[in-house]
């Protein structure tokens, strides 16, 4: 049974840093992707960062690259999402996703998925 939580998130003023994490049970991280998502009030789910065994090229949205920076601790099967200099832009629920493959910014291509974390950045 595949289990997703994410944490970290929290209350910041623009130019703050907050550290996500996703912990996983169930999924082993050396075949699967995994990947942060996030959704905005009234707007679509977005995929901002995406890391996978089998590319070692992390992916970005263009909207959080040179801010926001993804890695993974494979041996306690956890996620980070590193983010530094935050704009309310970046405000809304940060969900992790794993899946076995390849890495992918469309939430369909996730079959699993953490309860979310809320992110609020004010001006």
């Known amino acids: 049974d595949v289990q997703l939580q994410a944490s970290g998130g929290g209350s910041v003023q623009t130019g703050g840093s907050l550290r996500l994490s996703c912990s996983a049970s169930?999924?082993?991280?050396?075949?699967?992707?995994i990947a942060w998502f996030r959704q905005a009030p009234g707007k679509e789910r977005e995929g901002v960062s995406c890391?996978?065994?089998?590319?070692?090229?992390?992916w970005y949205v263009d909207s959080v690259k040179g801010r926001f920076t993804i890695s993974s601790d494979d041996a306690k099967n956890m996620v980070f999402l590193q983010m530094d200099s935050l704009e309310p832009e970046d405000t809304g629920v940060y969900y992790c996703?794993?899946?076995?493959?390849?890495?992918?910014?469309?939430?369909?291509?996730?079959?699993?998925w953490g309860q979310g974390t809320q992110v609020t950045v004010s001006s």
């Open positions: 996703a794993a899946d076995v493959g390849r890495c992918s910014f469309l939430p369909r291509a996730f079959q699993f």
């Open positions: 169930g999924v082993s991280f050396d075949v699967s992707a």
């Open positions: 890391i996978s065994s089998g590319n070692n090229v992390p």
